[in-house]
């Protein structure tokens, strides 16, 4: 079994692993402090390479190789015009020259290129995915969502960008704060578990606070950082510019990382984008007083016709699925203004 | 393998005699075999060895074909060179697994474990030329040449088990050594 995580580990960190790999082992670095730091000594000693400046011999090498394929005529076996002595030697010398050029060339995107320093992780709508960032960081990413973050943190701060919804177990480093940039909010934190919840076309900004402590900045207000304690949570209204401090069920709020799908007496509508973004489908109701319905249920790694089904029981609502399974059709009496 | 179809499409290029992709595959691999073929032979022949390997493929181009991914093949051409040269050192490259047992992890460890980047290093550096030779060609062909545990079972004719033991061995060898504040004593079997 310890043989078999080193085994993870290093086909993580030479990137052969795949998903399932990695969820084994992003649920095994959780399972301790002892299991994270372990992971994070092996990361170290797998990133350090040996300082050898080999690049120059490699040049070197290959240009001799060339001169030895040019001398053996293998690129002029065909062409007699081009046997002859002189013509040979300056092709030869010319050769030479265009082959270190374009192994100087081809050689870069070996080296580390400016425009290979960040990596993007997107979720597409249906589908989560964890991601473990450079310092050991693990970031579950809800569907539809993205991260960029650098291949490599700066020494001064770890600075990565989320769209959508995130939650972040963040590895705590003293003097290198986390910056979590979403649209217009900034959320600093140095070591902290928090979800974070952003998505463009809704208009507001979601951060709450399992554990540690976060200070949020809105652009709006450069000066006047708000700061969350555990239990806490901010909603901003990007529109309104209304910010409300509250305090918030953690275990609800969390539990899309376990896969678990929440409906806490909501509206149909809220419930509506939720299996939106939980399943990828689109929903469509084709009864007004739907919208008035109210749900409350909890349901762990449930397929969607389950949960359309359990809905459907209650005697109000109906569902029809259409032929590809891309968009959900709601009718049924509906719910009175008031019934819940 | 990493990249491995961005190897198999230079390969193909190289069989149709496309010498830029020749160009790129050496210069890609060069470093990788060089450390590879340093564990068989001394450093000038182990050049001499890459320089045949790749005069080789580009003569042979159309007539080869590749049935493993092309960096184990490399590998594997470059292991069979050096067995056939006459000049190669006077040992086998699977050397018996009791050297490791007697490994000691030396006093260099700092106690208060915070190594300054540079200083770690060196330390790394130190501690997997303190790796048995075997230990260390597994642990830098996966590491380094990113072999896959497989691929370096086949190529050293050693069986998965002892690829995945030997790494284990030199990971755990390798973070007692950096990380922990261990007596000196300790071989890494009691870690």
Redesign the interface.
Known sequence: MKADIHLIITKYLSSQANQEEIDLLVSWIEKSEANRNTFDQLKRIWEHRMSDNRESDALEALAQVNARITRKNHFFRKNHFLRSPLWKTAAGIALLAIFLAGGILAYRPYSDSLFNRYKVVETLPGKKQRVILPDSTIVYLNSNSSIRFPKKFNDASREVFIVGEAFLDVRHRDHQPFIVHTQHVSTKVLGTRFNIYSRPNENQLRVSLVEGKVSITNEQEPDSPIILLPEEEIIIDMKTDVTIKQHFEPDNTTAWTNGTLIFDNELMSEIARKITAWYGVKVVFQNENLLNCRFRGKFRNESLINILETMEKTGVITYELSKNNTMVYLNGKGCMNSER | ??NSSKDNELFSRIQESD??AF??L???F??PL??FSNFMVEDEEA?DL??DL??DI??KRESLSIHSSVSAYLHTALKNKAINSRKRKDRNICIDEAELSNLQADSFTSPDRLLMAKE??KQ??HYIALLPERCRMIFLL???N?L??QEIAQLLNVSLNTV??Q??RA??F??HS??QNEPSSRTPDNF
Request: glycine share 0%; net charge positive.
């Open positions: 393998m990493l010498h830029d160009n790129q050496f210069l890609k060069y470093k060089l450390l050049k890459i320089a790749f005069l580009w003569e770690f290093d790394i550096q996966n590491r380094d990113k896959s545990y995945k033991t790494m284990f990971l755990r390798l973070r950096l990380f």
